[in-house]
């Protein structure tokens, strides 16, 4: 099947800086990739809907400004937590879908805010 | 508004028996649905899949079941095994959207 990479697997960065999170789709093009977050024992959140060459679109209540998403190629996707607080520690995951009924999913990165 | 649901957030079943995984819906412009597994820290892989136009889909182990006049499909694995202990979500989309809608996740435990 296809592969999405995501990186980095984990991250632990201190309060108020940022951090950058890489999804690619390694062998398919990707004109649409989504972002979820999962809090722990819940389901995943679509966090907002990265378009390529264009803007991300954001779901309710998504910041848009602390979530920063530049798809900037159809196999690179990124998203930038910005000002980090401890709040915003979460597992974030990335999809991708060569049509939108088959979605290939990164690894997850693992964010701790300290 | 949780538009897919998974009511039993865990199961727990024998080696080499039938593990049961159900799911409803609300929205009735869905018209496909996916099963994913996922373990802890990874995300999630794909199971299979089953448009609205059919009622079972079949793929070696995994059965998943469509009753669209109860908006409720199921995942059955038979055989189950050790290895198949994860959390499975079922995921629903519509064909004229791109967004999958995510039930909360079933933990299964396959005791050995």
């Known amino acids: 099947g296809a592969v999405v990479s995501q990186h980095p697997s984990w991250v632990i960065c201190k309060s108020g800086t940022s951090v950058k999170i890489e999804c690619r789709s390694l062998d398919f093009q990707a004109t649409t990739m989504f972002w979820y977050r999962q809090f722990p024992k819940q389901s995943l959140m679509l966090m907002a809907t990265?378009?390529?060459?264009?803007?991300?679109?954001?779901e309710q209540g998504v910041e848009k400004d602390k979530f920063l998403i530049n798809h900037a190629s159809l196999t690179l996707s990124t998203l930038t937590v910005t000002s980090a607080h401890p709040e915003d520690s979460s597992f974030y995951i990335c999809?991708?879908?060569?049509?939108?009924?088959?979605?290939?999913f990164g690894q997850g990165t693992r964010l701790t805010v300290v | 508004d949780q538009q897919v649901k998974q009511n039993s957030p865990s199961l727990s079943v024998q080696e080499g028996r039938i593990s049961i995984l159900n799911c409803d819906y609300t929205?009735?412009?869905?018209?496909?649905f996916l099963w994913y597994k996922k373990y802890p820290a990874e995300g999630p892989t794909f199971l299979i899949s089953i448009s609205s136009i059919k009622d079972k889909n079949e793929d070696g182990r995994f059965t998943v079941f469509l009753n669209k006049s109860a908006k409720h499909l199921s995942l059955h694995i038979v055989p189950s095994q050790p290895g198949d202990s994860a959390v499975y979500f079922c995921a629903a989309i519509k064909s004229s959207g791109d967004k999958l809608t995510f039930g909360t996740g079933t933990r299964l435990a396959v005791r050995p």
């Open positions: 999809s991708a879908s060569r049509v939108h009924t088959e979605a290939f």
């Open positions: 929205n009735s412009m869905f018209d496909y």
């Open positions: 990265s378009n390529e060459g264009s803007k991300a679109t954001y």
